[in-house]
């Protein structure tokens, strides 16, 4: 099996060789190793789901930054914890990879970018998500760089070399080859891009909202007269049309409330109302459009007196 | 040659055509078509900068009401513009705080009403959004300040880009029970931007 000339090639160009053969090996071998991570990788996808995600954006800084390679492998909802970075298909169907920071009941995710003021505006539900096992800094750029146009030719001269180192010299090599790249062919990993998305929120604050409170009307006046009494009370000072309600404590008598403006009366007749007893008259402010909102009562009272013929006012509050 | 140098060197390729075919475009594209393949990808950074009313946070008094009373209402137009480098969409949250939220809360008193391209008219407590397309239409607010109001994101605005004015209209409910007098709360909102791919 010796080649007679070989020796004479060997003398003639042995430096050029040495250094080719050196290329040769660290072709191979770097070859090697990325080609096993790659059908491991294709394996593992197949088998555990495991991911390769490439980072398009950076609002996981500084942990992951925009062009790192992540794997992810899925893990039940229920088993993570806060602080484990997950990635996640948003609404939108856009995958998201954020730290959980916290988890609710039912395990929906709140997430947050690391490199974000606050965390995403909306929990994420889902039973099972991608979590990061490890990141590969600036993996991503390398293998966008390595699937674009030049990495295209470069892969291209590269397997045309494999192809010159495989050329056919031994039968069973080929169906190997084949059977190899079918492998490959069928399961190889395709890093899928990933948004670590921004967000921003701006806060809209000091909207101070303070209920009224529907003032008490002042009683002013309190005049006795045969067979009545008169109650007067000021109107309360405040932007709103308010009506006013004089009711009789006691009896739930409603008495007409008269006037306009700034000074308003009730009359209460007395004279048909029995002996020497004390009656209350109450006024309160009411809000027309709605008539459950009333003031404080503002309370007179007033005694009665021989059959109602003589009646006196008492103390007003 | 010898027999033994030359196969060491063919498993190895054998092995390192999983790197070629790994990332050849036509192979994943191919085999994994579900997925978004890397090719092309251009990787770039930008700035994600949403801001209201030209500010990354904004104080206003002019949806305040000071003694209100049921059917009280108050409005304001706020504008929403992408300052940063990257397209953006954002949800709106927000709600009561102070002392009296639960009270306004339980009592589903005060409503929060949004929308898009709408002005503001009256004055006051009297003031509301008129005309535009309604985001949220008469939401109570709850007692927690993170509640989602406009939860489908609005947008995308493009980078530099001025979004519809927002109306902002709050309303004390008619039917506020007569227990809420002299009661006060805050409201809080937040509108979150989020980074468009």
């Not at chain 2, 085999?31 to 946070?57: E, M, Y």
């Not at chain 2, 530099?160 to 909102?189: E, M």
Request: net charge positive; proline share 5%.
């Amino acid at each position: 099996m010796t080649d007679p000339r070989r020796g004479q090639d060997g003398a003639r160009h042995g430096v050029l060789d040495g250094t080719l053969a050196v290329l040769r090996e660290v072709a191979l071998t770097a070859g090697a190793v990325a080609g096993v991570a790659c059908l491991a990788l294709a394996l593992l996808a197949t088998t555990a789901g495991v991911r390769a995600l490439t980072f398009t954006s950076g609002s996981m800084a500084p942990t992951i930054r925009t062009g790192d390679l992540a794997i992810t492998r899925p893990v039940a909802a229920d088993r993570l914890a806060v602080g484990d970075v997950v990635s996640v298909i948003d609404p939108r169907g856009v995958r998201i990879t954020h730290r959980v920071v916290g988890i609710e009941l039912d395990h929906r995710l709140w997430l947050k970018g690391d490199a974000n003021a606050a965390a995403d505006a909306l929990p994420y539900a889902a039973d099972r998500v991608d979590r990061v096992v490890f990141a590969v800094p600036a993996g991503g750029r390398v293998l966008a760089r390595l699937t674009g146009p030049t990495g295209t030719l470069l892969l291209g001269a590269y397997l045309a070399f494999l192809l010159w180192v495989l050329r056919p010299r031994a039968r069973r090599a080929g169906p190997v080859a084949l059977l190899v790249v079918g492998l490959a062919l069928g399961g190889a990993p395709s890093p899928e891009r990933t948004l670590a998305a921004w967000t921003d929120p701006v806060r809209l604050d000091s909207t101070t909202l303070a209920a009224s409170t529907v003032p008490k009307p002042e009683i002013t006046g309190c005049t006795g007269a045969v067979g009545s009494v008169t109650v007067t009370w000021s109107a309360v000072a405040s932007p709103y049309p308010f009506t006013y309600r004089a009711v009789v404590t006691e009896t739930g008598q409603v008495l007409t409330v008269t006037g306009t403006g700034g000074t308003r009366s009730a009359r209460y007749p007395t004279a048909q109302l029995g002996i020497n007893t004390t009656h209350t008259v109450a006024i309160t402010a009411v809000l027309p459009t709605t008539p459950s909102w009333v003031s404080a009562p503002a309370n007179q009272t007033v005694r009665i007196g021989l059959l109602g013929l003589a009646p006196a006012c008492g103390a007003a509050g | 040659m010898t027999a033994g140098r030359r196969p060491r060197g063919r498993v190895r390729a054998v092995l390192a055509l999983g790197l070629v075919v790994g990332l050849s475009p036509v192979g994943t594209a191919a085999s994994w078509t579900d997925n978004v393949a890397v090719t092309g990808t251009t990787l770039r950074s930008g700035t994600l900068d949403l801001q209201v009313n030209d500010a990354n946070a904004v104080t206003t008094a002019t949806l305040s009401m000071a003694d209100m009373v049921p059917g009280a209402t108050s409005a304001e137009v706020f504008r929403v513009r992408n300052a940063g480098t990257a397209a953006l969409t954002y949800t709106i949250t927000g709600g009561l705080g102070g002392a009296d939220a639960a009270a306004f809360a339980s009592a589903g008193a005060l409503r929060l009403s949004v929308s898009a391209g709408a002005t503001r008219s009256g004055t006051g407590n009297a003031a509301t959004c008129t005309g535009g397309t309604a985001l949220l239409s008469d939401q109570a607010l709850t007692a927690a300040t993170g509640a989602t109001l406009v939860g489908t994101a609005q947008g995308p605005l493009a980078a530099g880009a001025q979004g519809a004015p927002l109306c902002f209209q709050i309303a004390f409910s008619a039917g506020a029970p007569t227990s809420l007098q002299g009661r006060t709360a805050t409201a809080t909102f937040t509108v979150n931007g989020t980074s468009t791919p």
